[in-house]
């Protein structure tokens, strides 16, 4: 592959204007590995962006080119999805809301207080065909799996005007939802929800349309939500993630040599990733506190009454029951052992 100068900045243009020069020659970003997600290109809060920018050095060194477009500047997650699946960008971020439909053992995981640690997830991820399983799924639709991008602690719930520490708490509140696994845990915790695209959130808590929002708990500083929520209640529901899916299209068109060394860069990745979350673990709780949002401990009484209200989500209709049980035995099976 003709060797590409990588840019160490994001860029944010139309996908139509993908062209551009380098060493002042006209080229055309067709042939460069371009990366779309929703986030901030920062690498000190942003582990998908940790995760891409350390893939990217490594595809650079190899002789690829590199545009990366980071806060939705090529389209939401299903447009991204779609110009993946045509091959027009090479990778993009999402969520397992957005291929459910495509892949049932993407819904097998989605329940929540399954996984403990981001350890147990890794044990999971490696030590079974899970991310084989999924890729499969998604073959016919021209997308492959590459990695979950973790993105800071254990997911937890923010709320603005109210500290929550019981289910009966968020019932009084609005709960910020979007895709069909949020309105069928919604109906499980018996509260309210209004559907709020990621992008209009920040809008929707300022005019009161929304109340809470659940996330790690990194990201209310990322997107600069400190100013309008409150508290952060730390469920530990289950690993912060995104998705990465590649283009089977771009995939299927690499050397035996290229594709080598885009396996040692999804490698860098992954390994950059690991190291960013453990690190940001460690100091989410201090960094929330600063931006004026209150830490909230659960007691194991309080947080139960969380799981076995879980207990109540009803199978998604994309969902195959023996999936299902065979990605709970994984669980089982690579869960901590007491020593």
Request: proline share 4%; net charge positive.
């Amino acid at each position: 592959m003709k060797r590409r100068t990588f840019l160490k900045y994001a860029v944010s243009v139309p996908a139509a204007s993908l062209a551009g020069t380098v060493g002042g020659k006209a080229v055309s970003l067709d042939e460069d590995v371009k990366f779309g997600f929703s986030s901030p290109a920062n690498l000190d809060n942003n582990g998908v962006y940790v995760w891409l920018h350390a893939c990217a050095e490594v595809l650079e060194s190899q002789g690829f080119g590199v545009r990366m477009y980071p806060n939705s500047s090529l389209g939401g997650e299903m447009e991204r999805l779609y110009q993946t699946q045509l091959g027009l960008m090479e990778m993009t971020v999402t969520s397992g809301d957005s291929i459910g439909r495509w892949s049932p053992m993407t819904y097998a995981g989605a329940r929540p207080f399954l996984i403990k640690t981001y350890e147990h997830m890794d044990r999971l991820l490696t030590q079974t065909p899970y991310l084989d399983i999924i890729s499969a799924e998604l073959a016919p639709y021209g997308l492959k799996i590459i990695d979950f991008i973790y993105t800071g602690s254990m997911v937890g719930l923010f709320t603005r005007g109210k500290a929550v520490r019981r289910l009966e708490d968020l019932r009084k509140l609005r709960l910020r939802v979007l895709s069909a696994a949020d309105m069928d845990l919604l109906r499980a915790w018996n509260v309210r929800g209004v559907q709020v695209a990621w992008e209009e959130v920040a809008q929707a808590l300022q005019t009161g349309m929304v109340d809470a929002y659940l996330n790690p708990p990194n990201i209310a500083p990322m997107f600069g939500h400190g100013a309008v929520l409150d508290y952060f209640t730390d469920l530990r529901m289950g690993p912060a993630f995104r998705l990465l899916l590649a283009s089977t299209k771009w995939l299927t068109r690499l050397t035996r040599t290229e594709y080598s060394a885009f396996e040692k860069a999804a490698t860098a990745g992954r390994k950059a990733n690991r190291l960013w979350t453990r690190k940001v673990i460690k100091r989410d709780r201090e960094r929330l506190e600063q931006s004026g949002i209150q830490w909230i401990s659960l007691t194991d009484d309080e947080r139960a009454e969380w799981i076995d209200a879980c207990a109540k989500i009803p199978p998604n209709r994309w969902e195959i029951p023996a999936k299902t049980a065979l990605y709970n035995k994984w669980v089982a099976e690579t869960a901590e052992t007491s020593s």
